[in-house]
């Protein structure tokens, strides 16, 4: 089991440019969400998967922002034109599906953006 | 909707001495609550969680959390600080019987113990 991971950790990238994320769940996981995080906030949702489903997107998650998990393993976060406002961390996690809900939510370590 | 609030942003506590970082929810119904650990330029790391059973949960490194349904509240703590234990701590919550559905977080405590 070796986690949930993400990459790239750094990206620095141009206003107007496009970036992309990708985050490997864990292996046995079904439920896969994505969060941003900016300096001095909690983590805020951006939408989650259940296995290639995307089942809710958040309001924050505008137009130019789209998420994808084609097979139902690995996701994709992708973020068109950028803007400065973007510049956060993008933070994954995965869980199990079964149960009422008291499953835990496994993060990834995040992946910077920064917008320049 | 569900929310929980962390009403200190900083706490600063000396090593040994016990420390509690407070988080108090909003939700209909019951919870479930989490608390997550982030060290600088880190993802969260689980700590603990309460679903149902003892209100005193006991979690990794040496923390634990009291459920309390009556003040809804579900503050963390220690009973002796570690200077490795300086963090940021986020509070989540999830309503009960919504399924594995995301957390939703507070804004966070930063914990600073001074040795």
């Known amino acids: 089991d070796t986690g949930v991971s993400q990459n790239p950790r750094h990206k620095i990238t141009k206003r107007g440019q496009n970036v992309t994320f990708r985050c490997d769940p864990i292996s046995e996981h079904n439920r896969l969400y994505w969060y941003r995080q900016t300096l001095g906030q909690g983590p805020e949702f951006l939408t989650y998967f259940q296995n290639e489903a995307q089942l809710e997107k958040s309001r924050l998650l505008s137009d130019r922002f789209s998420a994808e998990r084609p097979k139902g393993s690995f996701s994709t976060l992708e973020i068109q034109r950028t803007e400065q406002g973007d510049s956060a961390m993008y933070l994954c996690a995965s869980s199990h599906r079964e149960g009422t809900g008291g499953n835990t939510i496994y993060f990834g370590e995040g992946s910077w953006l920064t917008v320049v | 909707a569900q929310s929980v609030a962390q009403p200190e942003d900083q706490v600063n506590v000396a090593e040994g001495n016990p420390l509690t970082v407070k988080c108090t929810y909003s939700?209909?119904?019951?919870?479930?609550l989490f608390w997550y650990v982030q060290y600088p330029n880190r993802g969260l790391q689980f700590l603990l969680k309460?679903?149902?059973?003892?209100?005193l949960v006991k979690g990794s490194y040496g923390f634990e959390a009291e459920f309390n349904k009556s003040q809804t509240s579900f503050h963390l703590k220690k009973p002796s600080a570690l200077v490795s234990d300086s963090a940021l701590y986020f509070c989540a919550v999830r309503r009960l019987m919504a399924g594995n559905t995301p957390l939703v977080f507070g804004k966070g405590t930063r914990l600073s113990v001074i040795a």
């Open positions: 309460y679903i149902t059973g003892d209100n």
């Open positions: 939700v209909s119904g019951n919870p479930y």
